[in-house]
């Protein structure tokens, strides 16, 4: 008897790995070589590609497909019908499955709804992607971005609080008015303290 849950109409392809507690709800496709880590939740037709690795806690909301090239690491938040590519330039006549690019999302990366990611670029670690980005390039951690294409707009801390930072000398400093974590900013890399 497994020790994670699974709607019986979604599919899971033998040589598939799911960790104890997730849940897999329905409509769902699992491909082989596919690891999901603990605790994590699949919302309604999602899509895991071959050989796709995802972390522990990771939330997937309804109509996501995270395809082969994508790494998700722990404790992240795709929102619903957010989307990864993995080819930069498609084309239906010619096969690049050879040319997949590798997309990192860093632990605990949120990623609102509607959200474009571009294949072969890293979300930093905590970064905050905002409903209907379209995201082109690498995110630094603890970044807030959004827009079309998505800019850095502001920075957030773990827990999802926006940052304001003050300047001293050569560096900023923050503490969340929420949980009271400090953080320091220079140019445009963001610490926890």
Known sequence: MPDFFVHPSSVIDDGAVIGTGTTIWHFCHVMPGAKIGQRCNLGQNTFIGKDVSIGNNVKIQNNVSVYSGVVIEDDVFLGPSMVFTN????????????????????????IGAN???????????????????????????????????????????????????????????AVCAACG?????QNQSVKLV
């Open 87 to 110: 080819v930069i330039n498609p084309r239906s006549i010619v096969n690049r499955k050879a040319e997949y690019m590798q997309t990192i999302v860093r632990q605990g990366v949120t």
């Open 115 to 173: 959200v474009t990611v571009v294949c072969g670029i890293t979300l930093g670690q905590y970064s905050f992607i905002g409903a209907g980005a379209v995201v082109t390039h690498d995110i630094p951690a603890y970044a807030l971005a959004y827009g079309n294409p998505a800019r850095i707009q502001g920075w957030m801390c773990q827990c999802g609080t926006r940052l304001l930072f003050e300047k001293k000398a050569n560096s900023e400093s």
């Open 181 to 185: 974590k400090h953080y320091n900013k």
